[in-house]
């Protein structure tokens, strides 16, 4: 088992499916947790609950398409902690709707909470990252494949992909970057999916089941330990064989 005791993660969209899993797992695993989400009553709730103490969880209100608000999230890390040494960006807006009725504005929140929010988070978090630190994007098998009534999200996550790639080359030796890329985990996020097209897309799963929170989560703490230690640049596929892209 990895051990995270000393360390210190930063984890955006804090209060989603996944991103619960990632700290309940990191904090368990013993790391200290600067969690940031827009909704910040619920991301409290849910900090007192893993850490009634509140000795190794921090929160910050934190808008993924605003700058300022990425700043402000390195600010309370250097406040807080003094250092970081993972940063997950887990952020996220999945919303139905086809690209020819697309808004203006259904595309920028989109991309700006998708897309931006993940470059404004790395560029304001990385310096603050300790030698042999690690950054994971969480993607999504949308930005492979595309996604129906989703051009926009799949468009964003495909450019977060390469976004990884490119920021692992900028920040090597001294830090690691990796995505990981979800498939159909059971989390709020698919529900309507699940109901429009869900018998379809587990008969299409050679595993036949969704996957769950926890399992992207240690996958998740594998790329951030130090047994990926020459693992940079990559993505790592969490879909149960829906999509096989090696």
């Excluded at 993924?64 to 960006?89: I, M, N, P």
């Amino acid at each position: 088992m990895f051990d995270f005791q000393e360390k210190v993660l930063v984890l955006t969209g804090a209060n989603g499916g996944i991103p619960r899993a990632v700290a309940r797992t990191f904090f368990d695993l013993g790391a200290s947790l600067l969690l940031s989400d827009i909704d910040i009553e619920g991301l409290s709730e849910f900090a007192s609950s893993l850490d009634p103490s509140g000795a190794r969880v921090f929160v910050v209100q934190q808008d993924a398409c605003r700058s300022d608000h990425a700043t402000a999230l390195a600010t309370a890390c250097q406040e807080r902690f003094g250092k970081a040494d993972y940063l997950v960006t887990g952020a996220g807006l999945y919303r139905d709707q086809l690209a020819v009725t697309m808004t203006d504005e259904q595309w920028r929140e989109t991309i700006g909470i998708n897309l931006d929010g993940v470059f404004y988070t790395c560029r304001a978090i990385a310096p603050l990252l300790r030698d042999g630190g690690a950054i994971v994007n969480i993607a999504s098998m949308a930005g492979h494949r595309g996604s129906y009534q989703h051009a926009h999200y799949a468009a964003a996550k495909g450019a977060v992909l390469s976004f990884s790639r490119s920021l692992a080359l900028e920040l090597a030796p001294r830090i690691r970057v990796n995505a990981v890329s979800p498939g159909l985990i059971d989390t709020p996020m698919v529900k309507p999916l699940l109901a429009a097209r869900g018998d379809e897309l587990l008969a299409a799963t050679p595993l036949k089941r969704l996957g769950q929170p926890e399992e992207v989560a240690r996958a998740i703490a594998f790329l951030c330990s130090d047994w990926a230690s020459f693992i940079t640049g990559e993505t790592l596929h969490i879909n149960g064989g829906l999509y096989i892209a090696s």
